[in-house]
Nanobody
């Protein structure tokens, strides 16, 4: 059974930083594409970032140049470094893994974590 556990969320002031982690168990991360999504209250889950099996990375325009996604296949863990956070970044952040190359669609991913809350105060 593949399981994902996110951590690192919290409350931060605008302009601050957080680093989210996503630990994968039950499978080797090297065999999957990993994505990050977020969902704010009353809104649909939206794509944030994705990292393929190699070094290809893609970001939503809203987070480009502020967020950096990385993965450590030896640790079976993915990371999302979030800098210069804004109040509009407030959401529950989810990591997910899958094998589809339709990276920005949540339904294309096979396994999801439980989410971690990120709150950015103004």
């Amino acid at each position: 059974q593949v399981q994902l556990v996110e951590s690192g969320g919290g409350l931060v002031q605008a302009g601050g930083s957080l680093r989210l982690s996503c630990a994968v168990s039950g499978a080797s991360l090297s065999g999957y594409i990993m994505g990050w999504f977020r969902q704010a209250p009353g809104k649909e889950r939206e794509f944030v970032a994705v990292r393929g099996k190699g070094s290809i990375v893609s970001y939503a325009d809203s987070v480009k140049d502020r967020f950096t996604m990385s993965r450590d296949n030896r640790q079976n863990t993915g990371f999302l470094q979030m800098n210069n956070l804004k109040p509009e970044d407030t959401a529950v952040y989810y990591c997910a893994v899958g094998t589809s190359y339709i990276w920005d669609k949540a339904h294309e991913y096979d396994y999801w974590g439980q989410g971690t809350q990120v709150t950015v105060s103004s």
